[in-house]
């Protein structure tokens, strides 16, 4: 099959300021304070950071690989790299759903980002102002009962991504994060320095790294594996596809490790950016997703500056979230173009329209369909509506089901003078540890993360 010749980065800077855009976003703004809250602190960043060393730079690594060895988005990649061998069949379909994966995980990402850009405009028309207790709880129930303007912010969502994505990697995509990356730096910047002036920082250190193991079991590690995984955008085609326009003279450990830890480093700020003065105000940190749309605006209300430090904060988590949505809707695009079945502007159009609908029903999800139940023979999942079963089939599942397949192929299906060449770390301790991980401790772990994932778990 003939290939249509892609765009490439234009630098290894370009690249980075793309992987960056894409693991920072919800998941380390929105997601990673709560979820360290719910799970008590210290043992969970510990747990995290762990995680992140020891499996999620090796996965980067390893997908980056995969995706650059050929030059070629994930379907064809994978079904190149296992030319002759009698599994390619099952490497296609290993390509064919990471490409899909990203999409279920739009589903519900596009509405999210829709209230962060609904957030941001009520601020500053003031809707978010002088209430009083308990009532951005009623301004946030407003919201999700209303399918109006549900559909409404996530219809802006996905028109700016598929725009973005139709001007293609240099016009489109690095203009893009060159603009919204700086920013969004400088916001974060901005917002810590006020943290810090408010008081909290002590607490919040002590939060964050006094560890109290005993809060640790197997339940915290596969929801700290999957908040690692999701936040540096693993088990999908996002860093196969970013990786395919890695010109070849760059580095990949490098890149993957400067990813990984802009990542971490933001997730790590954001919460000293949010618990100082959830600290401050004696509020409780376990109020789960709540935390950013209805704890954060009540004490934004109260703070002096705090209109301004609202909008600052939520004009964050849009330009987070869509230089992620950039990233999970460009592997469909990029495959639907070089595999020449449609233009790119055709593709986002069409990859466009598909994610709008999806969307749109995880946004009625909250609303007029929120008594449809699938899957009820199934005992987890039985009780969520349609947006969680999103959440929860890609963003826990598939990721973890293609990260698993990602580690078997680099290790068992690749051979190992290709990876070797890739690398570029010659034949050295490094190489051999980071394929030692990749080739026997990876499967093991995410394999048994999977067993427990499905509910036959026995630790
Ligand atoms: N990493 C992003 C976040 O933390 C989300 C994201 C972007 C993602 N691309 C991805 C998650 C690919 C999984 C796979 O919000």
Redesign the pocket.
């Known amino acids: 099959m003939a290939h249509v010749n892609q765009e490439k980065w234009s630098s290894g800077t370009a690249f980075l300021l793309a992987a960056i855009g894409?693991?920072?976003?919800?998941?380390?703004i929105y997601r990673f304070p709560y979820v360290v809250g719910e799970n008590g602190g210290g043992a969970f960043v510990i747990l995290y950071l762990g995680i992140v060393l020891f499996f999620g730079i090796p996965l980067v690594m390893t997908e980056l690989t995969i995706g650059r060895r050929r030059q070629l988005p994930p379907f064809t990649a994978f079904t190149e790299l296992s030319e002759g061998k009698k599994s390619q069949p099952f490497w296609k379909f290993i390509g064919f759903t990471t490409i899909l994966?990203?999409l279920g995980?739009l589903g519900f990402y596009f509405v999210i980002a829709g209230w962060t850009l609904n957030y941001v405009v009520s601020l500053i028309t003031g809707q978010l102002s002088d209430l009083q207790e308990g009532q951005t709880q009623a301004v946030f129930a407003e919201m999700m009962d209303s399918p109006g303007t549900l559909i409404f912010w996530m219809t802006l969502s996905v028109a700016i991504t598929a725009f973005i994505i139709s001007r293609g990697i240099k016009a489109g995509l690095e203009k893009a994060v060159n603009i919204l990356m700086p920013m969004l730096f400088l916001i974060l910047v901005l917002l810590v320095i006020y943290s810090f002036f408010n008081g909290g920082i002590k607490e919040t250190f002590e939060f964050m790294f006094t560890p109290d193991f005993e809060k640790i079991n197997m339940r915290t590690v596969l929801e700290a594996t999957g908040q690692a995984f999701?936040?540096?955008?693993?088990?999908?085609a996002?860093m196969l596809v970013y990786g395919s326009y890695l010109p070849k003279n760059e580095s990949i450990p490098k890149l993957a490790c400067g990813v990984a830890f802009a990542d971490t480093f933001v997730a790590l700020i954001a919460g000293f950016a949010i618990f100082p003065i959830i600290f401050t105000n004696g509020l409780e940190l376990d109020s789960g997703p709540n935390l950013v749309f209805v704890t954060l605006p009540v004490i934004f209300d109260q703070m002096p500056f705090g209109q301004v430090f609202g909008i600052l904060f939520f004009l964050l988590l849009a330009f987070a979230a869509i230089t992620?949505t950039i990233?999970?809707f460009e592997p469909a695009v990029s495959n639907l173009e070089e595999r020449g079945i449609f233009t790119r502007r055709k593709a986002s159009l069409v990859v466009g329209l598909g994610l709008w609908c999806l969307a749109a029903l995880s946004a009625l999800s909250m609303n007029v369909l929120s008594d449809v139940r699938l899957l009820t023979f199934n005992d987890t999942v039985a009780g969520k509506n349609i947006m969680d079963i999103l959440e929860y089939m890609s963003?826990n599942g598939m990721?973890l089901f293609n990260s698993l397949f990602a580690g078997i192929f680099l290790g068992w299906v690749l051979n190992r003078k290709e990876a070797l060449e890739e690398l570029g770390l010659g034949d050295s301790i490094l190489f051999k540890f980071w394929r030692g991980i990749i080739k026997f401790v990876v499967p093991i772990v995410v394999g048994y993360l999977i067993i427990d994932f499905l509910g036959y778990g026995f630790i």
């Open positions: 894409s693991a920072v976003g919800l998941g380390n994966t990203p995980i999701f936040s540096l955008s693993l088990g999908s996002t992620s990233s999970l963003a990721m």
